[in-house]
Nanobody
């Protein structure tokens, strides 16, 4: 019914950049907040960045000044621009969105994850 399709992950050298994209498709009535999470091996999943419908943002302290989250409401898409990447950024990145599938029902949805690997 509703799915989040992620793209943009890959292998990059330290100091490089990547841009992740996540597009919602299916029975989307509207989308509230969207965000990016990540989980590294042996570590807990953490919020990387979030963005509200009116484009207010918040970031994990570890990525402030390096990552930028944005959204295109017309395309139901959220982006994560990652600059000055560090090996410790290596993780599986998951997008999340709170989506209304009707005028009265909403729920959280998750993407399948995309691998980001930063080599030293």
């Amino acid at each position: 019914q509703v799915q989040l399709v992620e793209s943009g992950g890959g292998l990059v050298q330290a100091g490089g950049s990547l841009r992740l994209s996540c597009a919602a498709s299916g029975r989307v009535f509207s989308i509230n907040a969207m965000g990016w999470y990540r989980q590294a091996p042996g570590k807990q999943r953490e919020l990387v960045a979030g963005i509200t419908v009116d484009r207010r943002t918040n970031y994990a302290e570890s990525v402030k000044g390096r990552f930028t989250i944005s959204r295109d409401n017309a395309k139901n898409t959220v982006y994560l621009q990652m600059n000055s990447l560090k090996p410790e950024d290596t993780a599986v990145y998951y997008c999340n969105a709170h989506i209304y599938t009707s005028s009265y029902y909403s729920s959280d949805y998750w993407g399948q994850g995309t691998q980001v690997t930063v080599s030293s």
